[in-house]
């Protein structure tokens, strides 16, 4: 039976410590999504906010024909500029937006409604959930036809921002939307988003210990 020696722990503990931090710490940084790469048709949408490959920010609707990237004519809006995710009022929810690294602190975004009159029940309604289901905020929003600078003078769809604050970290977020038409949009998406987890190898950590000891006896 072979026992760790003192010295065996003090100079072999660190590295195991340092490999442990490596498979699981990652860290969250501000991003605004903007759907510039978003296809017409599809039902995911996808972000890797740290470039490593892995999908972090996921957005996902059930409506049939999925996502478009075409919403009202950008003269006319405020918060609806190029690519945009539009997709139906009509799903339940109408958008799920999943967090594969969790999110902190709140999200954000501009929407615009597929309705023709200035009505406070138009609007986007944005719950936020933790890992195990329970609700951590929500809010809702109305459209509004905002004064802009354009030929009438108004936005041409009502549209405003949403902004829902939360403490804790966020695993999910449902959208949904109220609107006179069927279809709705939303821009500019932002939050504080980690990375997902890198999946820790099977058995690394015993792979680790296993490397270890053979150095050991290798000393002895």
């Known amino acids: 039976m072979h026992i760790f020696s003192g ?17 699981t710490t990652h860290s969250a940084s501000a991003q605004t999504i903007d759907f510039e790469s978003l296809v017409d048709g599809a039902a995911l949408f996808g972000i890797d906010v740290n470039a490593d490959g892995r999908t972090d920010v996921r957005f996902s609707t059930a409506a049939d024909g999925g996502f478009n990237t075409s919403g009202p004519n950008p003269d006319d809006q405020v918060y609806a500029t190029g690519s945009v995710l539009e997709t ?13 690294g969790g999110a902190t602190g709140s999200i954000r975004m501009g929407f615009v409604i597929g ?10 309604q944005v719950e936020v959930f933790d890992q195990l289901g329970e609700r951590l905020a929500s809010a809702f929003q109305p459209g509004e036809l905002l004064t802009i600078g354009n030929a009438s003078g108004f936005s041409g769809f009502p549209e405003n921002f949403i902004s829902v604050s939360f403490d804790g970290v966020a695993s999910y977020a449902l959208l949904d939307a109220t609107a006179s038409g069927t279809r709705f949009v939303i821009d500019d998406f932002s939050g ?18 296993t ?7 290798s000393e002895r």
Not at 7 to 23: E, G, I, Q, W
Not at 115 to 124: H, K, S, T, V, Y
């Open 211 to 217: 490397a270890l000891l053979w150095r050991r006896r």
């Open 115 to 124: 309705g023709f009159i200035d009505d406070p029940g138009q609007g986007l």
């Open 192 to 209: 504080t988003f980690a990375p997902a987890a890198v999946p820790e190898p099977q058995g690394a950590l015993g792979l680790l210990v």
């Open 7 to 23: 010295d065996f722990l003090k100079r072999f503990m660190p590295s195991v410590a340092a490999t442990l931090v490596l498979l």
């Open 88 to 100: 139906s009022s009509l799903s339940d929810p109408d958008i799920r937006v999943d967090f594969l």
